[in-house]
């Protein structure tokens, strides 16, 4: 797996990070959700430099300009709910991309380091021989990016895979090592060392959903 740890260089992607993880700025839901959103922008322009390019001639009012221009047939897939923000993002810069939705969850047995993840809902176009992002905000134990991807089999067989996160932890990582190919691209934003009894991500930010739509039952 080739990962892209977009924090690796000090940018403006800093500001984003650091508002989303504070306590006294990410009460702001409609901050909260812009500052996800931006960073969709941010891993959607580094993720464009791995795409496929072609020669393209576009006439102008004055003669005729030569560009490379993106020729992968794109399907962002998002993981509802905390993904739509993250998913708005990269369909700003994607926005030709066709687009599948997941619905998941965690379901908490009475040990809560047993976690299952529950799919109840899908909405995806065919994959095959297409470029597939995959979208979820927080890649804590990595089982939610692997049972999505498990669930899209039936539509096809990408070209490839990329990843797009904006928090995750060096399990999770290491656990999506091995199940996706080998060439999936990882774009993530910024890395924290572990997760909690619970299975989130410490330091983390909380609860992504919560944060982007209020508190669930």
């Known amino acids: 797996m080739y990962i892209h740890n977009i924090s690796h260089k000090n940018s403006i992607l800093n500001t984003f990070i650091s508002e989303i993880r504070s306590t006294t700025i990410q009460s702001d839901r409609m901050r909260f959700r812009k500052n996800i959103e931006r960073i969709g922008e941010v891993l959607a ?10 020669a393209t001639a576009i006439k102008t009012p004055l003669g005729i300009s030569h560009v490379n221009l993106p020729q992968n047939d794109l399907v962002l897939c998002s993981i509802l709910r905390a993904g739509v923000p993250l998913h708005n993002g990269l369909l700003n810069y994607f926005d030709t991309a066709d687009n599948a939705f997941i619905s998941a969850y965690r379901r908490h047995h009475h040990n809560p380091e047993t976690i299952d993840i529950v799919i109840e809902y899908m909405a995806s176009p065919s994959i095959e021989g297409k470029t597939l992002v995959l979208v979820d905000p927080m890649l804590a134990t990595g089982q939610s990016l692997r049972t999505a991807f498990e669930a899209l089999k039936p539509f096809g067989t990408p070209d490839s895979i990329h990843l797009a996160c904006v928090i995750g932890s060096e399990d999770g990582i290491n656990f999506i090592r091995k199940a996706f190919p080998k060439n ?5 934003a910024a890395v924290d060392p572990i997760l909690n009894d619970h299975g989130y991500i410490v330091p983390g930010l909380g609860d992504a959903g919560d944060l982007a739509f209020g508190e669930k039952l």
């Open 184 to 188: 999936t691209h990882l774009w993530i």
């Open 45 to 54: 322009y580094e993720m464009s430099k791995y795409l496929d390019y072609k």
